[in-house]
């Protein structure tokens, strides 16, 4: 799935599980992470630059961060800047886990074999793989579908509770962000 689902998914979680920004803000970062295993796209486009071809994405992306091992890395990481640590540890480590999810379902390449199977155990085994030959194209219905209503509910949600995951970012942006989307709100309704 496509980084921003994955953003919107961990809000969703958090917005429903915590009042607290900072670990609101963790438990998103967590649904996330573990597509930090594709920077290795940077590494592989700056490689021309230098006289030389890497392959680290191919090799590396779903495999270095994308199961049990980068989970626990994460959530002990995270959970130490939590408010609440054990309940933080535990929605991160939850947050995470919709990302495999979300990748076990959407994250299909452009063919039907372009299949992106979740190694569970990777780096340090390869004894758990799922995969699932019903895979959605990552720019399929079934994903975009999800992303917008996702859209729609982290807009909704900032209307009624006065911050959204812009706030992630900047929390000056964010205050204008839903300022505008409450006036936008209030001219619809009241015409």
Known sequence: MHVVTHLLMGWTLAEHTTKSPRDRALITVASMAPDLDGLGLIVDAAAPLFDGTMQWYDRFHHLLLHGLPG???????????ANAKWRAAWLIFVSYHLHLLGDFFGSRGGSETAIWPIHYLAPLSEELIFSW?????????????LTVALMAYALALAVRCG????????ARVDA???ETLRR??????HG
């Open 184 to 189: 936008r709100w209030h001219s619809l309704r």
């Open 163 to 170: 911050y959204s995951p812009v706030g992630l970012f900047s």
């Open 71 to 81: 989970a626990l890395v994460c959530t002990a990481l995270l959970a130490c800047f």
């Open 133 to 145: 030959s019903g895979q959605w194209e990552l720019t399929s219905w079934q994903n975009t579908t």
């Open 176 to 178: 204008v962000f839903v």
